[in-house]
């Protein structure tokens, strides 16, 4: 069991990561990822890797504020798969109708996974994305 596989996944999400902070140098962006990600499929690891790609997106499209923070953090332990991307932006109203379809399609791909989701935000307090999700099992 290498940790080359690992560490090339690892390397994906930081070259994700940094080329969207070259990009948007007005963000104070910082990545955490801990844990050993080369045991995980390849619907996993595209999910893991989508979901941190649309909340890049988003904060970009829609967290305004020039000094925004930006934390991605992701681990993987032996049973689950953690991912938290969090911003100091805009944020918006939960209700407000204005959900795109990334929101939904992140919400659909942990699920597939039997896994959770959590979107916790309100007008000028910023923007809590978490999913949490088994390292192995069934996708649906």
């Known amino acids: ?6 560490d090339v996944y690892k390397r994906q999400i930081s070259e994700l990561f940094n080329d969207w902070v070259i990009r948007h140098p007005q963000h104070h962006a910082k990545l955490s990822i801990e844990g050993n990600f080369n045991e995980l499929d390849e619907t996993r690891q595209l999910t893991i890797y989508r979901i941190v790609q649309e909340c890049l997106t988003n904060i970009s499209r829609h967290a305004g504020a020039e000094n925004v923070e930006v934390k991605v953090s992701l681990s ?3 049973d689950l798969i953690d991912i938290s991307v969090n911003d100091n932006g805009n944020g918006y109203h939960p209700s407000s109708s204005n959900k795109g379809y990334g929101l939904t399609g992140m919400r659909e791909r942990v699920e597939a996974l039997s896994g959770s989701f959590e979107i916790v935000t309100e007008p000028g307090k910023g923007f809590m ?5 088994p390292t192995l099992g069934v996708t649906e």
């Open 76 to 78: 993987c332990n032996n």
């Open 129 to 133: 994305f978490s999913a949490t999700f």
């Open 1 to 6: 069991r290498s940790s080359a596989a690992s």
